[in-house]
Every structure is written in structure tokens, then in C-alpha cells.
């Protein structure tokens, strides 16, 4: 019996041409390094907003409504932000008192039985829409120490114009 | 002289195996936190920051996605659209959704303004779904974390 050439000897080593399958890897690394972007997390803020007409007040009459005026400066700003008649609050405190106002106003609301009040937002038209968020912001809820968000006003809608 | 020689002779092959395995791991990281929903949140748009604003639980039912940008354009399917070509496209949405027996007034609109826009252009797009009958209306904010 003849002896097969090759077997003899310890294994044989099989080489890999392993360049062509790193050149795509690194192909495929460079292209998701270059598309990858950072998406910082968004939020909602949920409302409900059917047509109305012009001098409709709040959907149900045992709700109290509130308008909030939010007035402009020329250049967009907010100059003054204003609960019904109450007076004008201006300055970076304006958001954290309106908020304080509005929590007070929701629990003698729930104090009494109530519902929560409906807010109407009247703002100016050159307002910066960021004025506005912030606004529902103050009045849709509060932040406890945990992060938790507790609910305070549920309507919120835009003043009819 | 020669039995040196071949002892010598040794090829300098490094161990290839962790960079391949450190480059599938990176692949496979970019793979995962790739956006393929990129059409709906146009980076160019500055979302106003809210503390409030979570993350939603879910995703809408029938969600419009309507992008504004700070100056005052409406994104809708790709194109900057003045409001009169937007309104036209609500339409003809409104009356898809009809179709499918469906009612707008149970579809979400998701506004995605920038937040350097004026309010009036925000409140005329929203104006322009009413009339079309759509009633759930989902502002969006950066969720920013809470001030300590």
C-alpha cells in the first residue's frame, strides 16, 4: 500500500485571506461611524383640541376657566405673562410663579370638589413658540423628588383668534 | 550554517482575532443605535425644552408627524411646505383615514415646532387641522432633565 504524500506529517495549516473581509468590515464601521447620530430623547405633551367656536368657554360649565396672556416683545420675547386679571409677572421668576399659582388655584379646586380649571393660552403671534411649551409645561404638572410627574391641569387649549 | 538559517526564519503574523472581534462589537453597537425613523425628526429643528416631557409609552395611533421649522415652514413628507400645500395634504390624509373607516378625530398630530418660531404659525397649523376635523394634537419637547 502506497503511503499518501502529506498525511504523514503533523496538520497541515489552512491560511485564511482574511485582508477582504476586514477591508468590509471597516467599510461597514466607517459608514455607521459617519451616519451615527446622537437623538436626545423627546417628549409629549398631549391635548385635546376640537374646533370651537369663537366665544365658546370651557367645554364643561362646572369648570373654571383661565386665561393665561402671554405678551411679546418686538423681538419675539416673552415681556410679561398675565392670569387673567392678576398682576403682570415679568423676569426668569415669571415661569416658577406661575406654576405656584396654578398649583394653589388646582388644589382649592380639588379642595372644593371641583375639577381641575381649564387654562386658555392667549399669546401674542410673534411669541416664541418655546415661551408657549413653557407655559404648559408650568401648568400641566409638577416634578416630585423622584422624578414623578403629578398632573395638575389636564385641558389646556389655545385662545381662539 | 543552513539548520540556523530555517530556525530564523520566522513570519511575523500577529493574532488578528481581537481587533476582528472588537470591530464586530463596535459594528454591531452602531447597527442597533441606528435611526431608521431619521424622516421624522429633522435635526435641524430646536425643540423646545420641557422638563415634563417624558418619552411616550407607546406609539400613537395613526400619528401625522407635521415638522415646522423656525421659520415657520411646515415639513410634511420630506418637503418644506407653505401652509396652503399643507392644508391640501391634510386633506387628502383626512380623507384617507375616511376611507379606511376611519375618523380623524381619533388620529395624533404630532407637532414637532422649532421652538424659535413664532407662535402665530404653530396656532395656524393647528387652526388648519381643526378644520379637517382632527382633534389630538401631541406637542413635542426635549426632555430635559429635572433642575436639583
Known amino acids: 500500500m502506497p503511503k499518501i504524500k502529506g498525511t504523514g506529517g503533523g496538520a497541515a495549516k489552512i491560511d485564511i485571506n482574511m485582508t477582504p473581509m476586514i477591508d468590509v468590515v471597516f467599510q461597514l464601521l466607517a459608514f455607521f461611524l459617519m451616519t451615527f447620530k446622537v437623538a436626545s430623547p423627546e417628549g409629549d405633551f398631549n391635548l385635546k383640541l376640537p374646533k370651537e367656536e369663537r366665544s365658546a368657554g370651557p367645554a364643561n360649565t362646572q369648570t373654571e376657566m383661565i386665561t393665561i396672556r402671554l405678551t411679546a416683545t418686538n423681538t419675539g420675547d416673552l415681556a410679561q405673562i398675565q392670569i387673567e386679571a392678576n398682576p403682570p409677572l415679568r423676569g426668569p421668576s415669571a415661569f416658577p410663579i406661575l406654576h405656584n399659582q396654578i398649583v394653589k388655584m388646582v388644589n382649592i379646586a380639588r379642595g372644593a370638589g371641583q375639577d381641575e380649571p381649564e387654562i386658555q393660552i392667549d399669546a401674542d403671534d410673534l411669541l416664541r413658540y418655546e415661551n408657549v411649551v413653557q407655559t404648559i409645561s408650568a401648568v400641566a404638572g409638577q416634578l416630585d423628588e423622584n422624578g414623578n410627574i403629578t398632573p395638575l391641569v389636564k385641558k389646556v387649549k389655545f385662545a381662539p383668534k | ?148
Open chain 2, 1 to 148: 550554517m543552513a539548520r540556523l538559517k530555517s530556525k530564523l526564519d520566522v513570519s511575523a503574523e500577529g493574532d488578528m482575532t481581537p481587533m476582528i472581534d472588537m470591530t464586530f462589537q463596535l459594528i454591531a453597537f452602531f447597527m442597533v443605535l441606528i435611526n431608521f425613523a431619521d424622516d421624522n425628526t429633522n435635526q435641524s429643528i430646536k425643540l423646545p425644552a420641557s422638563e415634563l416631557a417624558k418619552p411616550p409609552e407607546g406609539p400613537p395611533d395613526d400619528p401625522i408627524v407635521l415638522q415646522m421649522d423656525q421659520y415657520g415652514r411646515t415639513l410634511l413628507t420630506g418637503d418644506f411646505l407653505p401652509l396652503s400645500e399643507v392644508k391640501r395634504r391634510l386633506f387628502t390624509q383626512a380623507q384617507l383615514i375616511k376611507r379606511k373607516k376611519k375618523d380623524p378625530k381619533n388620529s395624533n398630530i404630532i407637532i414637532r415646532a422649532d421652538g424659535r418660531v413664532a407662535t402665530k404659525a404653530v396656532r395656524e397649523l393647528i387652526n388648519a387641522c381643526q378644520e379637517l376635523g382632527f382633534e389630538n394634537y401631541t406637542l413635542r419637547a426635549k426632555a430635559e432633565k429635572a433642575k436639583t
